[in-house]
């Protein structure tokens, strides 16, 4: 068999939503032969195993069990072991449009040069009404992209970026850059992030392109425990450390470096009375809690490069 692209869903105890998500690859149009699918559990005690098995007689499927729990190690047992000249990402409570590996497949056969990561739309799933409080601004942190009517290369990756839910890249491609950085991420139950535009960055530096379809459409979830302001809040602080971890991964700073910029984020924070208030108070005004959530990435960022200091 020719496998031509991997499909790739990485999981962690979510049987329930993972069956859809499988669904949606196992009815797409693209030819049975030309690509595999591939689960990796990290570290489920559901019946994922069980869900997955019920597939077999369908499809090109495989389980794999990966033991060390986190999201890029999951993510990159995926792609060391995908037999396809590219690999794509789901998530696994993501559900792909019927045309999903087509577009993809055609973005990398026919744009030039090829590009180094292809993704597209992501369309949210509601499972309880959007708060009225939640700005177009804070959904992109859900993975909820929309970024152009059209095919085109995403040149500002501070901007505009893909996200990990919808996502694919030439199989070599991950192999030259060392695929998902291990400290970045989710493991267990925090909110680390940033891993996919971390590696879309070093795709870039390395000479590629990141190319953004609107067809590459996928409809993702958001669960009712995400819509709640609390969980927003903790979201864009663990924002913050992830930054920080990003900027100690590519710029390797000193002790007195880190110092440094701790203490000038805190200060350009203290010296805006109107960004500490929208911090310290309670906000329910859309602008506000924008304002209050992006207060915290820089809160974030001070934690990260501190408790990163003191560990070195």
């Known amino acids: 068999m020719n496998i031509l692209i991997s499909t790739i869903i990485c999981t962690h105890n979510r049987a329930g939503y993972l069956t859809k998500a499988i669904q949606s690859l196992v009815d797409q149009r ?61 998530d696994d409570d993501a559900i792909a449009c019927p045309v999903w590996l087509d577009k993809i497949l055609e973005v990398f056969e026919t744009v030039t040069p090829m590009p180094g990561c292809v993704g597209g739309k992501t369309i949210p799933l509601w499972e309880a009404l959007r708060p009225k409080w939640l700005s177009d601004e804070l959904i992109t942190c859900l993975a909820v992209i929309d970024w152009f009517d059209t095919p085109q290369v995403i040149t500002n990756l501070n901007q505009k970026w893909l996200v990990g839910a919808n996502i694919a890249f030439p199989t070599d491609v991950l192999r030259q850059a060392g695929g998902f950085v291990s400290g970045l991420d989710r493991v267990g139950k925090n909110l680390l992030s940033g891993g996919d535009v971390f590696l879309e960055k070093q795709i870039k530096k390395a000479g590629y392109t990141c190319f953004y379809h609107p ?26 450390l992830s930054d920080a971890v990003m900027q100690l991964i590519e710029e390797s700073p000193s002790f007195a470096r880190r110092l440094r910029l701790a203490i000038s984020k805190a200060l350009r924070l203290l010296q805006t009375p109107g960004r500490l208030m929208n911090l310290v108070l309670p906000r329910s005004d859309p602008k506000q809690f924008t304002e209050k959530c992006f207060a915290l990435i820089i809160v974030g960022q001070i934690a990260g490069l501190l408790s990163i200091a003191k560990a070195k």
């Open 30 to 90: 693209t030819p049975k032969d030309k690509y595999e699918i591939i689960v990796v559990d990290n570290c489920s005690t559901d019946s994922t195993k069980e869900a997955v098995e019920q597939f077999t007689s369908k499809c090109n499927i495989r389980y794999i069990y990966e033991s060390t729990l986190g999201l890029s190690y999951a993510r990159n047992t995926g792609w060391r072991n995908a037999r396809g000249k590219y690999s794509a990402y789901l």
């Open 215 to 240: 067809e590459i459409t996928v409809n993702h979830l958001v669960p009712k425990s995400r819509l709640e302001k609390r969980w927003f809040v903790r979201r864009y602080y663990s924002q913050g």
